[in-house]
């Protein structure tokens, strides 16, 4: 991702789960799921998953043991 995305929003793993959403729309991911793909660790993507569900931005939905 761009630097200056980095400097807008304050965190990596933010932009990096942002961009991951952004650019497969229509696409479910499991919390593991991004972690992989991002690179980030596990509670990086957590924490980040929370706040933009918090925001409005992501829509949490649980099926069996994984969200």
């Given at each position: 991702?761009?630097?200056?995305?980095?400097?807008?929003?304050?965190?990596?793993?933010?932009?990096?789960?942002?961009?991951?959403?952004?650019?497969?729309?229509?696409?479910?991911?499991?919390?593991?799921?991004?972690?992989?793909?991002?690179?980030?660790?596990?509670?990086?993507?957590?924490?980040?998953?929370?706040?933009?569900e918090?925001?409005?931005?992501?829509?949490?939905?649980?099926?069996?043991?994984r969200?």
């Amino acid at each position: 991702m761009s630097a200056s995305l980095e400097v807008l929003f304050s965190s990596t793993a933010r932009v990096q789960v942002l961009g991951l959403f952004l650019l497969n729309a229509s696409k479910k991911f499991y919390q593991r799921e991004i972690e992989r793909q991002t690179g980030q660790p596990i509670r990086a993507v957590q924490r980040e998953v929370e706040r933009l569900e918090e925001a409005g931005l992501l829509v949490r939905s649980p099926e069996g043991n994984r969200v």
